[in-house]
């Protein structure tokens, strides 16, 4: 009989997501947009802190918009950070800007404070900075906040695996001028495909639900003055992350725990270290994550290949998107020269599963055959 699948981050369901979609069949609101749509966005504001909130189809769309909002486009500078999935920065190239790709800093993994302000003095002023909060881990918000505002450039936060995460209490995407979220069904919570766009300017939020409807006028007519996109989110969708929302702190607690647990069964192998978290935040632990030790002679597709042998999902770190052959051409800056945290980190560390639903003999599954990769 073949093994049970773990898997990395499945969705999980729990029951409420049915009462909305139905209360949306039952009133035939099975179109775009509909009573859950801006329920959603009015819990999401309640929940995350956010004034304002627009539901979109991705996040990838509310990153598009947010560039789209901020006035970035060709030959603009964005700032971004490399260790991230390329959602983060397509949407710079479709506006058809320059992305220069900032480096990784060894305390989170996520942008380092000091090659940005590095890449503000070599590059000068971007258009737009955008921040990731990596496996739920939030940034050093502080100094790079410090320096956007220093420089007058604003923030865009792409908190799309950090939802529920905090940084010296308040919730990740709220700090930048723009937030994004993510929904998508390997998130902490899922519409099975979605986004958030939040502001604490209402005119943003406006301004990206008018974009994502496609442009339209407000003209008894079809009139279009400029380009707009079908970005919102359906009224369906909204309702399973509805229901999935009253759930986020009770998966950010089973996140926590597996992390935890990854943590003190790896305790006795020196040769193992766990993703580190920002003391100055309470992260969300969506993917609990491990870096092996330079010159072991165990290696991480060497555990990936053990894990996937009985049928367990795990996940290279994300390859850095300097080392991407579509981004190729365009700049990375380094803290130090010649020295780049994040490669560094993709060469050396995985995701460990990371599903909610793991029971104790799943993680005890899974831990007993990474340990063995060790001879323990």
């Known amino acids: 009989m073949e093994n049970k699948k773990i898997y990395l981050s499945s969705p999980t369901m729990h029951g409420e997501e049915q009462k909305f979609i139905q209360e949306a069949f039952d009133t035939n609101w099975v179109a775009p947009l509909g009573p859950n749509v801006n329920a959603f966005e009015k819990e999401m504001e309640a929940y995350t802190g956010a004034a304002h909130a627009s539901a979109l189809s991705a996040g990838t769309a509310a990153i598009h918009l947010a560039l789209r909002i901020l006035g970035v486009g060709e030959g603009d500078l964005v700032f971004a950070p490399t260790l991230t999935f390329s959602a983060t920065c397509n949407p710079i190239v479709y506006e058809k800007a320059t992305p220069v790709f900032i480096d990784s800093e060894e305390d989170t993994w996520n942008m380092s404070p000091a090659a940005l302000e590095k890449a503000f003095k070599t590059y000068g002023k971007p258009k737009a900075v955008i921040v990731v909060h990596l ?21 865009v936060e792409d908190a799309a695996e950090s939802l529920s995460s905090t940084y010296e209490g308040k919730q990740t995407g709220t700090f930048g001028k723009i937030g994004i979220y993510s929904f998508n069904g390997n998130k902490i919570i899922t519409t099975s495909g979605g986004g958030m766009l939040v502001s604490d300017e209402e005119a943003i939020t406006k301004k990206a639900t008018f974009l994502a409807t496609q442009a339209r006028d407000p003209a008894r007519f079809y009139q279009h003055s400029q380009i707009g996109y079908n970005y919102r989110m359906s009224n369906i969708t909204a ?82 998107l300097h080392l991407q052959p579509v981004f190729a051409e365009y700049d990375y800056v380094t803290e130090k020269d010649g020295c780049s945290v994040a490669a560094d980190i993709f ?14 003999e799943d993680m005890d599954r899974i831990i007993r055959i990474v340990r063995g990769c060790f001879g323990k």
């Open 347 to 360: 060469d050396r560390g995985f995701c460990l599963p990371s599903d909610i639903k793991n029971t104790d």
């Open 135 to 155: 496996y739920g881990t939030p940034a050093k918000l502080s100094e790079i906040m410090e320096i956007c505002n220093r420089y007058q450039v604003p923030l």
């Open 239 to 320: 309702g399973i992350g509805r229901g999935q929302l009253l759930h986020l702190e009770e998966h950010k607690a089973l996140k926590k725990k597996i992390y935890a647990a990854y943590k003190e069964a790896f305790a006795d192998i020196p040769e193992l270290t766990m993703n580190p978290m920002n003391e100055k935040g309470d992260a969300n632990c969506w993917l609990s994550c491990v870096t092996i030790e330079k010159g072991c002679s165990v290696t991480p597709d060497q555990i990936m290949d053990a894990l996937a042998a009985e049928n367990i999902e795990s996940r290279p770190i994300w390859k850095p």
